[in-house]
């Protein structure tokens, strides 16, 4: 009798994990693995990517035309627009030598033709200054806004 609960104890366990569905794994959060989050976590390591290689045109190309950063104030002259990409990273890598960025996924919201990534980004950055170069780091969190176009995903806002 302890054999057959046993048995149906194993059963039914390996009934429910089969039954779970399946993540995306290498991932710090448990994220559904279906081609929407495929192709939004694709996105963000090609951010990564072209971020640690200071590849401007390669994050433009992410953007949406609609893109627009308020850099999270109250004051419109850190705001920045499509056309302010290229000038906003190029000011950005301009004294970084050598860029390292670790992206972290903490939540991924899709609703129809729009998303929402937040997640948390650990930069570290050579940078050259006046004094010499030094080693600085970022570790904050963030919020991507995306938006679907033409059957690919594009970022509204938060680079």
Sequence with gaps: ???ASATTIVLAALLAAGCTAKRIP?????LADTPENRAIVKLMDDYRDAYEHKDID?????ASKKFYEDSGTPETSDDYAFDGLKEHFGEHFKHLKKVQLNI???????KGDKAKVDYRYITRYLMD???GEKWQVTDELNRMDLVKEK???KVISGF
């Design 129 to 131: 200054l006046p004094s």
């Design 1 to 3: 009798m302890k054999i």
């Design 151 to 153: 059957g690919e995903w």
């Design 104 to 110: 972290q996924l903490r939540k991924v919201k899709i």
């Design 26 to 30: 290498g991932l710090a959060i448990a």
């Design 58 to 62: 390669k994050i433009v190309a992410m």
